[in-house]
């Protein structure tokens, strides 16, 4: 259907920050009727629902990433942005992001496919 391409991810110190990015390649505001999230999978780890946005504005944070995290997006460019600051080494892991409706994006099912993500390491 809609394809996403992750991009952003990258070695950064204990502290640091960065912006992850997630491109929409598609004409048309196509999050303004879609939800989107951002989940990471660390090594050995299930993947987790990292941040949410609903088509109306909703918010959904996890817990460890809440205050430090921002997810936002710009319609006009069909991209939806993971601003994350303070990283900590605990945050080491692939990071994705997918579309759908509220509750499939919460639960993190229910979704066509996934891309291949972009990893982001926090170490010094």
């Known amino acids: 259907q809609v394809q996403l391409v992750e991009s952003g991810g990258c070695l950064v110190q204990p502290g640091g920050s960065l912006r992850l990015s997630c491109a929409a390649s598609?004409?048309?505001?196509?999050?303004?009727?879609?939800?989107v999230g951002w989940y990471r999978q660390a090594p050995g780890k299930e993947r987790e629902l990292v941040a949410a946005?609903?088509?109306?504005?909703?918010?959904n944070y996890l817990g460890s990433v809440k205050g430090r995290f921002t997810i936002s997006r710009d319609n006009a460019k069909n991209t939806v942005y993971l601003q994350m600051n303070s990283l900590k080494p605990e945050d080491t892991a692939v990071y994705y992001c997918?579309?759908?409706?509220?509750?499939?994006?919460?639960?993190?099912?229910?979704?066509?496919?996934w891309g291949q993500g972009t990893p982001v390491t926090v170490s010094s």
């Open positions: 946005i609903s088509s109306a504005g909703s918010y």
């Open positions: 598609v004409s048309g505001s196509i999050f303004r009727i879609n939800a």
């Open positions: 997918n579309l759908g409706n509220w509750y499939s994006v919460l639960r993190g099912s229910d979704f066509g496919s």
